[in-house]
């Protein structure tokens, strides 16, 4: 009601005034519970404040204009897709927040003022530079440059993840990982994914069948760098509609993953089993062939081959499909300590679990995607395609393998411990303050972050001149005065002067103090 009001009042008598009704529903509602801040909202301080807000504008009463809004579909229409966006974009769980940029934060004003400060600085910073020019929509170019399209926290949170080294799973002979076969979005079976999903669903759980769903649709909707591998799992009295469930997806998946309408027919075998045969007892043998022929009915509409369906199902073995739960099972109480009841999503070796059913949507499976590919596997898979394949047969370089290397190498990289006080370099910029000794060939790489203007980093260039002789590494220096010369865009004009060969001693191991000459560009004046 308040968003149908407010679009009503910002359409007929402008924004300043709709915001005005918004302050006069939070007024209503504070003075109605003795100014408590968490006072509960009712539908007549909406009314009041609607009737309050417009009565000086218009000549008709208020309150049949309240009438004919509480009936406009147009209005509705619009309220369900604002509300809709907010729940894509995953902020329906904040309640109330703010964006500036972009950048969430939260809605309190001390937050708001760190927030403009910030933003502020960082404009500031590259209208200097000159990214930002006068015909430049900043908010596109921010979002372009680190946007989102879905956000959620878990994701996005600087806290180390937790990996999961898939290498053992993938390379072992009995391992479940080699009994998978991946969905793939449409018309990109045969092509190299470097980001790969597996999905552990617990087919016996509401919640399960959800994230089933928005899998489906992740794949639906189009994901051109991404697989995604289904782990079925189960309790111990599974029925014989989950186990023919279960049969259906390993009989598409293995054989008609290539289909055009593979994707639709999965996702409505979803639908027709969630609403007529979950959690349903099977005792008769007619009602199985019930489920089998409305399988095949499906398969029909969506140009699948029925016949599979038809001949295999009747006499499916219940066995062989619990003891592939079995192995499920036992895969995810090595890697999370449970062996059923779970639903978890594995990106890249990377755990995201619980996840939240009710929230997750296909936007997060999107956001996983973008995360892990552009800035972490992208250079990965740059490495791979580089890799000269000698004495291999080409026909076993299927781009199922190399997607499975990719994933083996990330997840086990990723599992590596790192130091508390080591850092990552890739964001220093190094367009302006910097000395590169690239080595291509060289296995190490040296990054040096130095205060030119501080006696310690005087002698340590004497030292990367040695190191850069003897061991030929790959260098970059980046300068980072701390002084406060820091605060001021200046400091990336800063040039620094490589020590020459006279400032080692030649008759013994002795340095003469190489020094740093620090140049300025001459830049105008404000």
């Known amino acids: 009601m308040i968003i149908r009001l407010f679009c009503y009042i910002k359409e007929n008598h402008g924004i300043q005034l709709a915001y005005e ?149 993938i390379f072992g002979e009995a391992s479940i990982m080699n009994e998978i076969d991946y969905l793939h979005a449409p018309e990109t079976n045969d092509d190299l994914k470097p980001v790969t999903h597996l999905i552990a669903v617990d087919i016996t759980s509401g919640n399960g069948l959800k994230l089933l769903h928005q899998v489906l649709n992740y794949l639906i909707e189009g994901s ?10 189960a309790n111990k009295s599974t029925d014989s509609f989950s186990l023919l469930f279960a049969k259906v997806f390993e009989i598409t998946s293995s054989s008609y993953s290539h289909k055009k309408n593979v994707l639709e027919f999965l996702d409505q075998l979803c639908s027709l089993y969630q609403q007529n045969y979950f959690l349903t007892s099977a005792v008769e043998v007619d009602s199985a062939q019930a489920f089998v022929d409305k399988i095949c009915e499906l398969a029909e509409a969506d140009g699948m081959p029925s016949k599979c369906y038809r001949s295999v199902l009747p006499e ?78 080409h026909d076993m370089l299927t781009s199922n393998l190399i997607s499975d290397i990719i994933m083996a190498l990330f997840s086990s990289i990723a599992v590596g411990e790192r130091a508390s006080e080591s850092a990552r370099f890739e964001i220093l910029n190094d367009q302006h303050s910097a000395i590169i000794l690239p080595n291509e060939n060289s296995s190490i790489h040296i990054d040096a972050v130095l205060d030119p203007l501080s006696p310690t980093s005087q002698k340590v260039p004497g030292i990367l ?62």
């Open 21 to 169: 009704f918004l302050s006069n529903v939070n007024k209503l509602r504070m003075e109605s519970d003795d100014h408590v801040d968490d006072a509960h909202l009712e539908l007549h301080h909406v009314e009041r404040a609607f009737v309050e807000s417009i009565l000086p504008k218009v000549k008709s009463p208020p309150q049949e204009i309240l009438q004919k809004l509480e009936k406009e579909q147009e209005l509705q229409k619009l309220s369900q897709e604002s509300s809709m966006l907010v729940f894509k974009l995953g902020l329906s769980k904040l309640h109330c927040s703010l964006l500036m940029n972009g950048l969430v934060t939260d809605p309190i004003e001390e937050a708001f003022l760190n927030a403009l400060n910030v933003e502020t600085q960082r404009i500031q910073e590259q209208v200097y530079f000159r990214p930002i020019k006068s015909h430049i929509d900043v908010l596109a170019k921010f979002l372009s440059e680190a946007g989102i399209q879905h956000y959620n926290p878990r994701i996005i949170s600087d806290d180390r993840p937790r990996f999961i080294s898939l290498s053992t799973f």
């Open 224 to 233: 051109k760098d991404a697989r995604v591998g289904l782990l079925f799992n």
């Open 316 to 393: 499916f073995s219940a066995e062989k499909v619990r003891r592939r739960l079995s192995k499920v099972e036992n895969f995810l109480y090595q890697v999370l300590g449970s062996e059923y009841g779970f639903n978890v999503v594995f990106t890249n070796g990377k755990v995201t679990h619980p996840v939240d059913e009710s929230s997750f949507l296909s936007a997060d499976l999107y956001l996983l995607e973008s995360i892990e590919f552009k800035l972490k596997t992208k250079h990965i898979v740059e490495i791979i395609e580089e890799v000269k394949w000698q004495d291999v047969d």
């Open 465 to 526: 001149r040695v190191l850069w002789k003897y061991v030929q590494p790959s260098m970059r220096i980046v300068l980072n005065p701390l002084s406060p010369l820091a605060d001021l865009p200046l400091k990336n004009y800063y040039r620094y002067k490589v020590p020459s060969m006279d400032d080692f001693s030649g008759a013994d191991s002795s340095v003469n103090d190489p020094k740093a000459f620090l140049l300025t560009c001459h830049c105008p004046r404000h």
